[in-house]
């Protein structure tokens, strides 16, 4: 069985091959494809209805790019008017959620601070192995008031 992910991955590329097509021959089979395309992902959403569910993000880069996660797999965040900044909604199933969703942001996640921790690393490594004439030295006493 086809899982919801990959119907609207063949959904975006039947769409540009849409764009794309020069004959009308070419035209009326893309598009052929693409009502076939979406009845199966409607044929989804009945099994696995879509659910409200909440997401409450730490950092704004996290939620840009979850936002960014969220408007590729073809879903609307939102956020109610009483909600914080942080709060992001969507209305998906959960099985897409949790097999899709949620791993591929983990994933990006993870990628994301990759490049950070390799910063922290080597400014550790250049404070540790640094000369001691570049290290401010600690003075014995009292602070001058």
């Known amino acids: ?28 089979a893309a598009e052929a494809a693409l009502q076939r395309v979406r009845a199966r992902v409607e044929e989804l959403a009945r099994h696995d209805p879509p659910i409200e569910q ?23 965040p939102f956020r109610y008017h009483h909600q914080r900044r942080n709060t992001v909604m969507i209305r998906a199933s959960g099985g897409f959620v949790g097999k899709v969703l949620l791993p591929e942001f ?6 994301q601070d990759r490049p950070r921790n390799l910063l922290e ?21 009292q602070r001058p008031t």
């Open 1 to 28: 069985m086809t899982s919801e992910s990959q119907l609207r991955e063949k959904l975006r590329k039947i769409e540009a091959l849409f764009a794309g097509t020069g004959t009308a021959g070419e035209r009326l």
């Open 54 to 76: 909440q997401f409450s993000l730490s950092d704004q880069w996290s939620r840009h790019l979850f936002l960014a996660l969220c408007r590729r797999c073809g879903l609307r």
């Open 106 to 111: 983990t994933e990006e996640r993870a990628l």
């Open 121 to 141: 690393a080597m400014s550790l490594v250049s404070c540790s192995t640094a000369r001691p004439s570049s290290i401010a030295t600690s003075l014995s006493g």
